[in-house]
């Protein structure tokens, strides 16, 4: 299938695995995704510096195939990741969080591509202006960081592809081929998927983490945080104590507090599913077992050829009529 992401990254399939802080801070699940002919990301976000390089040298090691970096430009030491990144000619720079204008054009100078995260049509318009090469856009259904909102993956999406004219890889509620197949004919140039590439073997976060993912259903994943940085993340005690919390309607600095008390490298790393922040889509209601991120690939390319399948029969079926 072409294209214009594909035929812009050099892919095979317009499939993206999403950027996820530690899940994919290693080089095993994109090395994997990119070697089945996805975009694997690595996830840049919590990393420092030395462990940044060391995967970078381990990609190179493990794949020949495109991949991507995710950076969230609002991150302490961003120049620090961002020059390594340059260094290394990473050829797809996949940004959130911050304007891309002043750091384009040395990355242009090597010929890497530049896709910003955006979940609004205002922030599209304004990306697309700055100058990017492409944009991932997220809904509501998204884990992580999704538009306070409240608006869908199928109207954001179509909300921007009216408005812009360069490609569109769009991202939330997705965990198989057929909701890819959707989100294609809905105009987008290829989709991302977070949540179901987080339980698979290559995913580096605990047991618990991905535990809780596959024991969820659809509406345990609830944004929370609404005074401070929502984030859509399953329903533990964590989130029941913000709840709470703006119930009560407590001080802003109380909520802050409360707020950043928990992380999601308490939950990632350390397997505290209850108190840390397991961020996690509306998708993992559709997600119900581990699979191997290259059996994961082939099974998502086979739904997405079903799909089709189906849409073009259906077509064949009306022109018969």
Same mark, same amino acid.
């Given at each position: 299938?072409?294209?214009?992401?594909?035929?812009?990254?050099?892919?095979?399939h317009?499939?993206v695995?999403?950027g996820?802080?530690?899940?994919?801070?290693?080089?095993?699940l994109p090395?994997?995704?990119?070697?089945?002919?996805?975009?694997?990301?690595?996830?840049?976000?919590?990393?420092?510096?030395?462990?940044?390089?060391?995967v970078?040298?381990?990609m190179?090691?493990?794949?020949?195939?495109?991949?991507?970096?995710?950076?969230?430009?609002?991150?302490?030491?961003?120049?620090?990741?961002?020059?390594?990144?340059?260094?290394?000619r990473?050829?797809?720079?996949?940004?959130s969080?911050?304007?891309?204008?002043?750091?384009?054009?040395r990355?242009?100078?090597y010929g890497?591509?530049?896709?910003?995260?955006?979940?609004t049509?205002?922030?599209?318009?304004?990306?697309?202006?700055?100058?990017?090469?492409?944009?991932?856009?997220?809904?509501?259904?998204?884990?992580?960081?999704?538009p306070?909102?409240?608006?869908?993956?199928?109207?954001?999406v179509?909300?921007?592809?009216r408005?812009v004219?360069?490609? *569109?890889?769009?991202?939330?509620? /997705?965990a198989?081929?057929?909701?890819i =197949?959707?989100?294609? #004919?809905?105009? &987008? !140039? @290829? %989709?991302?998927l977070g949540?179901?590439?987080? *339980?698979?073997?290559?995913a580096? /976060?605990h047991?618990?983490?991905?535990? =809780?993912?596959l024991n #969820?259903r659809? &509406? !345990? @994943? %609830?944004l929370?945080?609404?005074?401070?940085?929502?984030?859509?993340?399953l329903?533990?005690?964590?989130?029941?104590?913000?709840?709470?919390?703006?119930?009560?309607?407590?001080?802003?600095?109380?909520?802050?507090?409360?707020?950043?008390?928990?992380?999601?490298?308490?939950a990632?790393l350390?397997?505290?599913?209850?108190w840390?922040?397991?961020e996690?889509?509306?998708?993992?209601?559709?997600?119900?077992?581990l699979e191997?991120a290259?059996?994961?690939?082939?099974?998502?390319?086979?739904e997405l050829e079903?799909?089709?399948?189906r849409m073009?029969?259906?077509?064949r079926?009306?022109a018969?009529?």
């Open positions: 299938m072409k294209t214009r992401i594909t035929e812009m990254l050099g892919i095979e317009p499939i695995q999403a996820m802080s530690w899940a994919s801070s290693s080089a095993a090395a994997t995704v990119s070697n089945e002919g996805g975009l694997g990301v690595i996830a840049a976000g919590p990393m420092y510096v030395e462990a940044f390089k060391g970078l040298d381990e190179s090691a493990l794949t020949s195939k495109p991949f991507a970096v995710n950076i969230p430009l609002y991150r302490p030491q961003v120049d620090d990741i961002l020059n390594v990144m340059y260094e290394h990473v050829p797809v720079i996949i940004a969080q911050g304007g891309p204008k002043a750091h384009l054009p990355f242009r100078e890497a591509k530049w896709i910003h995260v955006v979940s049509l205002e922030h599209a318009l304004k990306a697309e202006a700055a100058g990017v090469d492409a944009l991932v856009v997220v809904g509501a259904e998204a884990g992580g960081h999704p306070v909102s409240g608006v869908s993956t199928l109207v954001t179509r909300q921007v592809l408005e004219s360069i490609p *569109v890889i769009a991202g939330g509620g /997705v198989d081929g057929w909701g =197949a959707a989100l294609l #004919a809905l105009g &987008a !140039d @290829a %989709v991302q949540t179901r590439f987080l *339980v698979t073997p290559e580096t /976060v047991a618990a983490y991905k535990e =809780a993912v #969820a659809a &509406a !345990d @994943a %609830v929370v945080g609404r005074r401070s940085l929502p984030v859509r993340a329903n533990n005690a964590f989130t029941e104590a913000i709840f709470d919390a703006e119930q009560r309607d407590v001080s802003k600095e109380e909520y802050e507090a409360l707020f950043k008390k928990s992380t999601l490298k308490q990632a350390d397997g505290d599913v209850a840390g922040k397991v996690a889509g509306q998708s993992a209601g559709l997600v119900k077992t191997p290259g059996e994961l690939m082939r099974t998502l390319v086979r079903d799909a089709c399948g073009e029969a259906m077509a079926r009306t018969l009529a």
